[in-house]
């Protein structure tokens, strides 16, 4: 009964982090959506993620556009900062958020109509300048909320629930990230958790304009056989580039195994893991050869899911623009208004 409010009270053996939060703490609204829905699984990871990471809510700003995708922050992190803006305007304001309080962490979603129609040139960019965010798109080749027409997305051939054939070819919204200089670049599938909550929580780790292309089948409109969207069509076709796990910062781990081999390591807390060392002809820091990769790929009829590419050392919209180390909305008086004689120097230098 998606009316009725989630109940307040939590089980006193709950697992809590460092901060004393559960899970249900990061979690939000009951969802509306469709039974089913990979956006449902999408938010799952995030407020998974956030608990693992120890993440304080209050310091998380949540942004959004329209459609499915859009409706999701209602149900995840239910304690945050959060803006619902308009059709393909979320990477604008939250660019303006960003440059007025660089302290918050920013997690902007939206939807493959969202951002690759309406919103393509504001996706184009936020990636362009570097904007420090986590951009998930929500991926499932359908506009759902008008009935299930084909998305920007929706691969050249595949068939509509209604039985019509898509004549366009697809925008690649992962290609596009790559060319225009995003720091960080990934691809994941809803219905892969081991995946999709590492990945997330290394992009919400980055220091620069970290995108996530998450395909999300729409169990309504694009998840029969003619879709390239649906679960069974992702699962039979993903290729997984990696092996992902994140790490926080503690004293060095060394370890020394053979490429394609897996280990066992002791972590610092005395957990297991174990590591996937990758063939040495994948470098996640090569962004050419990850554009290469992918489009090879695509032509084998695969779907590339992991971490495809990562800048080990992101600049971001600040480093670029120079601002104070002080988010400018704690900026006082005296130094947003430093008087008329400066300003004079500054008016004579511009002549």
């Known amino acids: 009964m998606t009316f009725l409010s989630k109940p307040k009270l939590h089980h006193p053996k709950l697992l809590r982090n460092n901060l ?8 939000g609204a009951i969802s509306t959506l469709c039974a089913g829905c990979g956006h449902d699984s999408i938010s799952a990871a995030i407020v998974r993620a956030c608990f693992d990471l120890e993440l304080p809510p209050h310091r998380i700003a949540k942004l959004s556009g329209i459609g499915c995708s859009s409706k999701t922050p209602t149900y995840f992190l239910g304690a945050s900062h959060g803006f619902n803006s308009v059709h393909g305007r979320m990477p604008s304001v939250l660019t303006g958020a960003n440059l007025a309080n660089r302290d918050l ?7 493959d109509g969202d951002s690759a129609s309406i919103g393509l040139g504001q996706f184009a960019h936020a990636m362009r300048r570097g904007v420090n965010m986590v951009y998930i798109v ?64 290394a992009a919400l780790r980055h220091e620069g304009a970290a995108f996530i292309d998450c395909i999300s089948p729409c169990v309504a409109f694009n998840n029969h056989g003619g879709s390239t969207k649906s679960f069974d069509y992702v699962r039979e076709h993903n290729a997984a580039v990696n092996y992902l796990d994140v790490v926080p910062d503690r004293p060095e781990i060394t370890l020394d195994c053979s ?93």
């Open 138 to 201: 929500e991926n499932n080749g359908v506009y759902g909320l008008t009935k299930g027409q084909f998305s920007a997305t929706s691969d050249k051939g595949a068939v509509s629930k209604r039985g019509l054939e898509n004549s366009d070819e697809a925008i690649d919204l992962v290609g596009m990230a790559l060319q225009l200089g995003a720091t960080f670049v990934g691809r994941s599938f809803s219905g892969d958790k081991t995946q999709l909550v590492p990945l997330i929580e």
């Open 20 to 27: 004393g939060h559960t899970r249900r703490d990061y979690e």
């Open 105 to 111: 962490i920013y997690l902007g979603v939206s939807g």
């Open 259 to 351: 490429p394609g081999s897996v280990a066992s390591v002791t972590q610092h807390d005395g957990s297991l893991l174990q590591l996937r060392k990758l063939n040495s002809d994948y470098n996640m820091h090569d962004r050419i050869s990850a554009l290469t990769f992918m489009q090879q790929r695509h032509a084998s009829g695969e779907i590339v899911t992991g971490l495809l590419y990562v800048d080990p050392n992101p600049r971001d919209l600040h480093a670029h623009l120079q601002t104070s180390d002080q988010p400018l909305n704690e900026l006082q008086d005296d130094t947003l208004v430093p008087g008329s004689p400066l300003l004079a120097r500054i008016n004579a230098g511009l002549r």
